[in-house]
């Protein structure tokens, strides 16, 4: 094989005519006038449609500006005096630094609940929720380990590990004391930063006796990496010797910069652009302590949906395309508790969820980074306590919001003194190549003006509440013509909430997924679920998938191996995983054993006749996790339009 390329390479000679004289990129505002408080951004192509150019939607990508906007709302001293409690993140002290902090989960797009398209008038992408967990799994699936290298930076995307994620359970639901402390959060929490080996508690010190944890406790590195995406520090040193505790000098980044932030502005580079400290005052607080995040983030149609991956190159199209946001507000509280007398727990840092507010329901995009030692979420807790022989605690109240645009769209944050709207950009941009041809090869390309374009849309069900132990047997449609696949992601279930016990007054309710009571696990900002993961360890056995009553699966699933080997391995990778040496695809076994349980189920093969006859789908199957479980399922149809390339009109 190599003797044929050497001769192939031999012969081949430089250059080839150039199919297109010239290549212009393109951008276009959305109509909201930099206003996103209604949750949603429109792009019409108007402008586009007039300019005589051939525009190539599979290579155009959204620009999007985001504000993430961490600040204090107050804090409150009990059972203790003589405190040390304020939030210092403007501090010139590395090792009191709040950079690591806050983050956001796996990919840019989780901003988009759900999207819809227009073309030329007619609806032929749907309004589908919870779109990003579609999405996350086709990326999750299709993308390789370069692309991860190459991309991730770009699009935000670099995934979670699955065996780093710890479980913060709720003091009395588990038997554990009661001065238990949550310093990773609440429920699952795949949030920790600091990455380096730690021995599980109780362990003999050379670590060679204790149970296979995997990296439980350990750093989540694509959480990491994602956080270095956006937290560039002008006032970070470049190299410091490792001494963490060194101060900030005239050899920060920032002096690398002719005008610091301003250049930050004029380059568009997702940075810190505004720290601010807590002061308090007699106990009160007088100045709100803040941290801001200036982001923009790219986002391409083709990672979106199906049908810009298919779109050929068209002139005079109107489009109108409609993305429905998770702009999203989290209420959290980070303490110092003091147990008193040397008690399990005294001075021990927690951080807790109170509430999440998400106006469409969907992903919360943040995470907010474990409070235990070394890890970023520490810089949150109160500094410490000096109190001696009694009980009690130092706590500070935040409010963490993540809007599109440059203006904080949470209104108790922004009311605070100091907030600053974002320092890059305003609104959302649609950036797109467009092409003129050599009319050599425009004559060619039109000799057959008119371009079939097949592809897939979803449609989205849930089925809630599955018990543990407990069988399912779920219709979910009575008729889909032209069924592709069928996928499931199970989830912690927010029902079936027990009482608990916690040290901190206040506290919310826990429930089934040791998340607060009746909120999903997808928004909590301490868990990666819904934005590529699953709750972990949630299997299926005796699973299949009916269509028309007929069982997709030949014989009835019970194993794990199965599914991965049978079903999932190399499904939208390239030729399928079946060339070694050339595949994509970031899912391993052993992902799928611990946090990436995906029940996906290709069910396209049938013969041409049968694409147009509806058909029902039914999952049927049973829950062997311990807690009960909520099934999100998407449902992959295919459709096709046919459009004159020349003209964009539907033919």
């Known amino acids: 094989m190599s003797d044929k390329l050497v001769f192939d390479l031999a012969q081949e000679v430089e250059g080839s005519p150039n ?6 990129w393109l951008n276009i505002l959305d109509n909201q006038n930099q206003n996103y408080n209604n949750n949603q951004s429109v792009v019409d192509t108007s402008q586009l449609s007039n300019s005589n150019k051939y525009m ?10 985001f504000l993430l906007t961490l600040g204090t709302t107050g804090t409150t001293f009990t059972g203790v005096t003589n405190t040390i409690g304020a939030w210092t993140p403007n501090s010139a002290t590395a090792v009191l630094s709040s950079d690591y902090a806050v983050g956001l989960k796996n990919w840019f797009g989780q901003i988009i609940h759900s999207f819809t398209l227009d073309y030329n008038g007619t609806t032929i992408i749907q309004q589908t929720p919870y779109i990003q967990m579609w999405n996350s799994f086709k990326l999750m699936t299709s993308l390789s380990l370069d692309d991860v290298n190459t991309q991730g930076s770009t699009i935000g995307f670099f995934p979670d590990d699955a065996d780093t994620w710890q479980w913060a359970p709720s003091a009395s639901a588990t038997g554990v004391a009661t001065t238990s402390i949550f310093s990773y959060g609440q429920g699952i929490c795949n949030n920790s930063n600091y990455d380096s080996p730690i021995l599980p508690l109780g362990t003999l010190a050379n670590g060679t006796q204790f149970f296979n944890n995997f990296s439980s406790g350990q750093g989540n590195t694509g959480f990491l990496r994602r956080q270095q995406l956006i937290n560039f520090d002008l006032n970070a040193l470049p190299s410091v010797g490792n001494d963490a505790s060194a101060s900030v000098t005239a050899c920060s980044y920032g002096s690398f910069l002719s005008g610091a932030g301003s250049q930050m502005n004029l380059l568009w580079k997702s940075f810190i652009s505004k720290k601010q400290d807590q002061v308090i005052t007699a106990g009160v607080q007088t100045t709100a302590g803040l941290l801001q995040y200036s ?3 790219t986002i391409y149609l083709k990672h979106i949906h199906a049908f810009f991956n298919m779109c050929p190159l068209l002139k005079g199209v109107f489009m109108k395309m409609t993305m429905n946001l998770n702009n999203t507000t989290t209420v959290l509280q980070s303490s110092n508790f003091w147990a008193g007398n040397g008690a399990p727990g005294a001075g021990q840092a927690e951080i807790i969820c109170k509430s999440v507010s998400c106006p469409l329901g969907g992903v919360n995009p943040v995470m907010v980074a474990s409070a235990a030692p070394y890890n970023g979420g520490l810089a949150l807790v109160p500094a410490g306590i000096n109190a001696t022989g009694t009980q009690g605690t130092i706590a500070i109240d935040y409010r963490l919001n993540y809007s599109v645009g440059a203006t904080c769209l949470d209104s108790t944050l922004a009311s605070l003194n100091g907030v600053q709207p974002g320092a890059l950009s305003k609104s959302v941009y649609l950036y797109i190549p467009s092409y003129t041809f050599n009319p050599i090869f425009e004559q060619a390309y039109l000799s057959s003006p ?5 592809y897939t849309d979803v449609y989205q069900y849930q089925v809630l509440g599955v018990s543990s132990g407990a069988t399912f047997n779920n219709l979910l449609t009575n008729g889909i013509a032209n069924i592709k696949s069928v996928l499931i992601l199970p989830y912690f279930s927010s029902q079936s909430a027990y009482p608990i016990v916690t040290p901190i ?3 919310p309710a826990s429930s089934n997924s040791g998340f607060v009571s009746g909120l999903s696990v997808f928004q909590s900002p301490f868990d990666v679920a819904g934005t590529g993961p699953t709750s972990p360890l949630t299997y299926l056995t005796n699973f299949n998938v009916q269509i028309s009553g007929q ?5 009835t699933q019970k194993y794990n191996f199965e599914q991965f080997n049978n079903q999932l391995y190399g499904q939208n990778g390239v030729n ?3 060339t070694d040496g050339l595949c994509s695809g970031l899912i391993d076994r052993q992902k799928f054993d611990m946090s990436y349980s995906y029940y996906y189920v290709n069910v396209e093969r049938m013969l041409p006749v049968e694409m147009s006859v509806p058909k ?5 199957g049973q829950n062997l996790s311990s807690k009960y479980i909520d099934l999100y399922c998407f449902i992959e149809y295919g459709l096709d339009i046919s459009i004159d390339a020349l003209t964009g009109a539907r033919v």
């Open 505 to 507: 007054t206040g506290v």
């Open 551 to 555: 069982n997709a699966i030949y014989n």
């Open 295 to 297: 982001i923009v983030g």
């Open 450 to 454: 008119v371009k079939q374009i097949k």
């Open 19 to 24: 199919v297109f004289i010239r290549k212009d």
């Open 616 to 620: 029902s789908v039914q999952i049927l």
């Open 576 to 578: 399928g995983g079946l």
């Open 56 to 65: 190539s939607y599979r290579e155009a990508y959204f620009s999007m500006p």
